[in-house]
């Protein structure tokens, strides 16, 4: 199966975490009747690897207009729209402080939704690109912002995860908690700015636009 291919060509044991590890774990661990959204660059990117599409209306992202911070809006609609149905957000951190503020009111509609935060404390696309186009990296890296406090602030649950075999643990939780919940989760910086695919995601994007 394609999970397994994927899960043996990736360091499961590495820390920081590898992005493709988490995606992985992810994708397992949610039930085939979940709703997924994504957002942010290399992060959707990576979900792409891991995740399939098992049944109608289950995907949510918008990765041809690069609207980044459409993730957490899609997870609350898709929530409010099948309140039945587990619904969880795989994105980048700095695509998820666009509308941070909404996971306010997720907490206040009680919506029990699972948001996974694959961070590495950078604009992680805009990296590889200065890297490639200019030789040096200026302006990419952000602040360790700590989304898994602002939610626990906020009335939802948070956890910070920094080792792989924290992973399935904190998402257990967060599944389970009868709100908003957010798993951060510390990956490798230098492995998640060249998701493979990478090239052809470029490659593709130039051909629609031309």
Not at 36 to 59: E, K, M, Q, Y
């Amino acid at each position: 199966e394609l999970q397994e291919q994927l899960a043996a060509s990736f360091p499961a044991t590495a820390v920081p975490i590898h992005p493709g590890h988490l995606a992985v774990q992810v994708a397992r661990f949610f039930a085939p009747d979940a709703i997924v959204c994504l957002d942010g660059g290399n992060t959707g990117i990576w979900a792409h690897l891991a995740h399939r599409i098992r049944r109608p209306r289950s995907f949510l992202w918008t990765g041809h207009f690069g609207h980044l911070g459409t993730g957490l809006p899609y997870a609350i609609a898709a929530k409010l729209a099948c309140p039945e149905r587990p619904v969880y957000l795989f994105t980048g951190d700095s695509a998820l402080g666009f509308n941070l503020q909404e996971l306010e009111t997720a907490v206040r509609e009680r919506l029990d939704l699972t948001v996974v935060v694959n961070c590495d404390w950078a604009w992680g696309m805009e990296r590889l690109g200065q890297q490639l186009e200019m030789g040096q990296v200026i302006g990419v890296d952000t602040a360790p912002i700590r989304y898994d406090e602002i939610v626990r602030a906020m009335g939802g649950h948070g956890e910070l995860v920094e080792r792989p075999e924290q992973i399935a643990a904190a998402l257990e939780r967060a599944a389970t908690f009868p709100g908003p919940a957010v798993v951060q989760v510390v990956v490798d910086r230098e492995a998640n700015a060249s998701p493979p695919g990478l090239a052809e995601f470029a490659q593709m994007y130039a051909a629609v636009d031309g």
